[in-house]
């Protein structure tokens, strides 16, 4: 915000705000990605633990 101020008073370069929008941009975009892997990896975690309690036996999952 304190950019497009500066930016209105005519105090700074538009390609430095374009720089910030960018870099803010780019910030946005790995804060999601982290989440998303976040949720992905905790979700295979989950599935994991439900395997570990599953009792298999023989060739095809029972016991024959």
């Known amino acids: 915000i304190a950019s497009i101020a500066l930016v209105i008073l ?3 370069h538009l390609e430095i ?3 910030i929008v960018f870099i803010i ?3 946005l975009a790995i804060a999601i990605l982290s989440g998303a892997l ?3 990896v905790e979700k295979a ?3 994991k633990e439900e395997n ?3 009792i298999w036996g ?3 999952g029972y016991y024959s």
């Open 25 to 27: 941009f780019i910030g």
């Open 52 to 54: 570990d309690l599953t």
């Open 17 to 19: 705000f374009i720089l």
């Open 10 to 12: 005519n105090l700074l």
């Open 58 to 60: 023989g060739k095809y």
């Open 45 to 47: 975690s989950n599935i």
């Open 38 to 40: 976040s949720y992905l």
